[in-house]
């Protein structure tokens, strides 16, 4: 569960079904939520205590929601992500000016504000690469650039190591080409099925690791 | 809401029609007038100098003829018998004497007028006829005292040929005067109509400038065209104004629409994800008819999206969109992520490869972001409970991108696949799939395409399945940090 300090969120929107549906999925996620239906209450309750994050609706009653976004930011640096209906180019622009760090374009899901919500929350710190890895019984040691129980060449070890170090994301071909195997000349992305072919199959049952995404290339699974 | 979208038509103007000038104001009238009297005049000026030329030219020559010696010895031959003393010299040449008080002759017949020009004191009276058929001259000259050989009547009649040469000449003289006149007539008449058309043009090519049409003042047809066109060119400037009203009422009615519906939208799309999650678990078989509902309130805002969108593209007279640094890997992320989220609860899978870098090309972000929305939605929206979409994002060399949208659904006909992207065009596969769909999801691409200046092409994929892909150039110059859009 997040931090209750660090996760309480203010949330300002004057439509009471879609409030009430939004304040839900945010506490089901462990976020401690502050409704505010207009601008005032909103303001109010901004300076009554600290939030980690405002999701404000531009569109609001008494007082517009650009102008709550101008005072919230003034007041403090709490991270704003504004929800709007607006299509228009310059509705975003005028909200990043006045201090929004991102948008929620209406319509959207659950699921996609909690993403935003996380993003700005928690953002994760890259963190330093292990030194050594385990795929499955196989320990690889990036120093060394060893595999136990597998010789794989200087280029196999460097295409293992592009995804390994891109675990659990989807790649293309000429992404892990242009990665891995570029040395001031372009490659054909072609020859990367190759590579993994030969790498799939020295590692044996570890090999199952890297899967075939279609329509895109290959990813280093997490969980065979 | 209670807005008008009234309907745009061009009316004919009301106004009185135009009369036309009278001949002497119309333009006709002018150059045929301006034509006559040119001629006329320039006829007259050749007739009085050729005449006067020949007048003075005969005098000399009869005076030279008639002199002293010759007048006296006229004189004498005709005392000794003045009834029979008209005498012919040869070449033409015929002198008869007569009275200078009297006028008249004993031997032939005088000229009466120029006789009564010698009568009244003149020393010779001269006549030249060539344009008649005696063409000569006619000199009567007083040889001194009275009585009927007191003044002598010479003729010279002209051969053929010196009749013809001063014919010739005097048509030729009258030629060149008549070219050399008219020519200046006409520089004097066209080069003030000239600048007159000149200004018409200049107004033409300003459809709804009247001011400039009424430079062109008078009251010939060149001057009723004018104010025709002004009186035109204000109506259109008027009808203008009212159509361009009218789409910017129509244009704020999508607009709010567009706004409007968002917002109950949101609600409704919320619901049905929280409803599917409950029907998920407790429901089942229900679940394929929450998908339904989620991909009609899917559909019904694309279709909002894209109405405000298709609205604001076709306007090929509307202002160009902004072209700004945007990063195309943050939009396709953002697209992906809320597509995905789609695409799980129709049961596909939707997988995207952006790279890591940022990808930035001049677009506006709107409309990319649309545009992607549209191809990765349609992907899903035609796809099946099991398919696959992908979407994913390459640099091409140093200075392009491509992005590529690939979906495992049932794909199109080989031979559809130029029609995709024009308006309401659909694939019979949609249609068999979904029978609504108003085709304007791919006609945006393409629509956003030209004007960003990228290229859009679709292919089918084996065994199954389509293949959209867009292609362009990215900003090599790197633009300051706050200047891109992500």
């Known amino acids: 569960m997040p931090n209750p300090e660090r996760s309480s969120i203010l949330l300002v929107e004057d439509d009471a079904a879609m409030a009430a549906t939004m304040v839900r999925a945010l506490r089901s996620s462990g976020y401690e939520v502050e409704l505010a239906t207009d601008g005032e209450r909103a303001l109010a309750l901004a300076s009554s205590r600290t939030f980690a994050l405002v999701l404000l609706d531009l569109r609001l009653p008494f007082v517009d929601g650009y102008a709550v976004l101008e005072k919230l930011r003034k007041r403090d640096h709490v991270p704003i992500i504004v929800v709007t209906a607006g299509t228009e180019l310059a509705d975003r622009l005028k909200a990043f000016e006045l201090g929004a760090v991102d948008f929620l374009a209406k319509p959207f899901w659950i699921e996609e504000l909690l993403a935003r919500v996380q993003l700005r929350l928690k953002r994760p710190k890259r963190s330093e690469v292990a030194r050594r890895v385990s795929l499955g019984t196989r320990v690889i040691d990036l120093d060394a650039r060893t595999v136990t129980g597998v010789e794989l060449t200087r280029v196999e070890f460097d295409v293992l190591l592009f995804l390994l170090d891109r675990r659990g994301q989807a790649l293309t071909r000429d992404f892990i080409a242009s990665g891995a195997l570029s040395v001031g000349g372009e490659v054909d992305a072609r020859t990367v099925d190759s590579h993994i072919g030969r790498i799939r199959k020295k590692l044996g049952a570890e090999g199952l690791f890297i899967s075939t995404v279609w329509g895109v290339g290959y990813r280093c699974e997490l969980e065979p | ?486």
């Not at chain 2, 009869?62 to 010299?89: I, M, V």
């Not at chain 2, 691409?445 to 293949?467: K, N």
Request: with cysteine.
């Open chain 2, 1 to 486: 809401m209670s807005v008008s979208l009234g309907r745009v038509s061009l009316r004919p103007s009301r106004r009185p029609p135009l009369v036309r000038g009278t001949l002497g104001g119309s333009l006709y009238g002018r150059i045929v007038v301006g034509t006559v009297l040119t001629a006329a005049g320039v006829v007259a000026a050749v007739y009085f100098i050729v005449h006067a030329t020949l007048v003075d030219v005969g005098r000399t020559w009869g005076e030279r003829l008639a002199d002293r010696t010759r007048l006296a010895e006229w004189r004498a031959s005709c005392e000794a018998d003045p009834r029979h003393a008209a005498q012919d010299l040869g070449d033409g040449l015929r002198v008869v004497p007569f009275d200078v008080r009297s006028g008249r002759s004993l031997a032939g017949s005088i000229d009466h007028a120029l006789a009564t020009e010698l009568e009244a004191g003149a020393p010779s009276a001269v006549r030249v006829d060539w344009l008649g058929r005696t063409v000569g001259a006619r000199l009567l000259v007083a040889a001194g005292g009275e009585g009927p050989c007191s003044a002598f009547q010479i003729d010279r009649r002209l051969d053929h040929l010196a009749v013809k040469e001063i014919r010739v000449a005097w048509a030729t003289a009258l030629f060149v005067a008549l070219f050399v006149l008219l020519a200046g007539a006409l520089v004097a008449v066209l080069r003030p109509l000239l600048r007159r058309l000149s200004i018409l043009e200049r107004a033409a090519a300003g459809v709804g400038s009247p001011e400039v049409a009424r430079q062109v003042s008078g009251s010939d047809e060149l001057g009723t065209i004018a104010e025709a066109m002004a009186r035109a060119f204000e109506q259109i400037t008027l009808d203008r104004e009212r159509i361009l009203r009218e789409v910017r009422v129509r244009d704020e009615f999508i607009a709010d629409i567009s706004h409007d519906v968002r917002t109950p939208t949101t609600s409704l799309q919320l619901s049905l994800e929280e409803l599917d999650e409950r029907v998920a678990r407790d429901a089942p078989d229900a679940r394929p008819l929450v998908r339904r509902a989620l991909a009609d309130v899917v559909y019904i805002a694309s279709l909002v999206a894209n109405l405000g969108m298709a609205r604001k593209l076709s306007d090929e007279n509307g202002p160009l969109p902004t072209l700004r640094p945007v990063d195309l890997r943050s939009i396709a992320e953002r697209v992906a992520l809320r597509c995905a989220i789609f695409a799980k609860r129709q049961g596909i899978v939707v997988e995207h490869a952006l790279g890591e870098a940022p990808v930035l090309v001049m677009t506006d972000p709107v409309i990319l972001e649309q545009m992607l929305t549209n191809i990765v939605e349609n992907a899903i929206r035609y796809n099946e409970v099991g398919g696959r979409v992908a979407l994913t994002l390459d640099r091409r060399g140093r200075e392009g991108f491509v992005v590529h949208v690939r979906d495992d659904g049932p794909g199109v006909a080989p031979s559809e696949l130029p029609h995709l992207g024009q308006r309401t065009f659909r694939s019979s596969a949609a249609r068999e799939r979904d029978p609504r769909g108003s085709g304007l999801g791919l006609a945006i691409v393409r629509a956003g395409c030209d004007r960003f200046g990228w290229t859009c092409g679709f292919a089918t994929l084996e065994p199954r399945g389509l293949e959209v892909a867009l292609e362009g150039p990215v900003v090599t110059e790197t633009p300051p940090p706050g200047a891109i859009i992500r």
